[in-house]
Structures are given as structure tokens and as C-alpha cells.
């Protein structure tokens, strides 16, 4: 049996089955909103959805400790101290590094 009188070398060949397979081809790799494309575009929109929560989590984190803040004047001082340095006029600040844990 020769290659041209297969059944699917006539399959093959046939100008529809052509055209689908043109057509297919065309837009899994070749348009501009081909299937790689979308599938990027995809990925890409989970992960700005991934960010989207993260920041959201975030931001309840941080309103919450302004509203702690906010409410209690010695968290304040406290983290005012602890973050900016800050400290009241004619006051010494005395910095104690921690032990090291390694055996000397």
C-alpha cells in the first residue's frame, strides 16, 4: 500500500480537515489571544489575586494596631520608643545587646 492511497494520507489531506488544522493551529500558538497567551495572562491574574489578599490581610493587620494604638497612650510611647528612637527631653537611652548564644 503506498503512502498516497492511505486512508489517513486522504484524511490528512482533505481541504477541510486542512483548514481545521490551519485553524487550530492558528490560534493555539500564532494569534494574538492564542491559548499560551491566555494561559499566561492567567497565571498572571492568580498571582495579582494572591497579592490582592495578602495586602488586604495586611492592611486589617496594620488598622488594628493603629486602633491599639490609638486607644492606649503607654502602646504609643512604647512604640514610639521602640521604632523612632524617640525619647523625652534630658533623658538618657541606654541600649543592652542581647547574649550571644555561641560557647566561647
Given at each position: 500500500?503506498?503512502?498516497?492511497?492511505?486512508t489517513?494520507?486522504?484524511?490528512?489531506?482533505n481541504?477541510?480537515?486542512?483548514?481545521?488544522?490551519?485553524?487550530?493551529?492558528?490560534?493555539?500558538?500564532?494569534?494574538?489571544?492564542?491559548a499560551?497567551?491566555?494561559?499566561?495572562?492567567?497565571?498572571?491574574?492568580?498571582a495579582?489575586?494572591?497579592?490582592?489578599?495578602?495586602?488586604?490581610r495586611?492592611?486589617?493587620?496594620?488598622?488594628?494596631q493603629?486602633?491599639?494604638?490609638?486607644?492606649?497612650?503607654?502602646?504609643?510611647?512604647?512604640?514610639?520608643?521602640?521604632?523612632?528612637?524617640?525619647?523625652?527631653?534630658?533623658?538618657?537611652?541606654?541600649l543592652?545587646?542581647?547574649?550571644?548564644?555561641?560557647?566561647?
Amino acid at each position: 500500500q503506498t503512502l498516497r492511497s492511505s486512508t489517513w494520507w486522504k484524511r490528512l489531506t482533505n481541504k477541510y480537515a486542512l483548514v481545521t488544522l490551519f485553524f487550530v493551529v492558528w490560534m493555539a500558538f500564532l494569534d494574538s489571544s492564542s491559548a499560551l497567551i491566555q494561559w499566561e495572562l492567567d497565571a498572571r491574574l492568580r498571582a495579582l489575586e494572591d497579592g490582592i489578599e495578602f495586602y488586604q490581610r495586611e492592611l486589617e493587620e496594620t488598622q488594628r494596631q493603629l486602633d491599639e494604638l490609638a486607644s492606649d497612650p503607654d502602646k504609643l510611647e512604647k512604640f514610639a520608643r521602640e521604632t523612632y528612637w524617640m525619647h523625652k527631653p534630658g533623658e538618657r537611652v541606654a541600649l543592652v545587646a542581647p547574649e550571644s548564644e555561641t560557647d566561647d
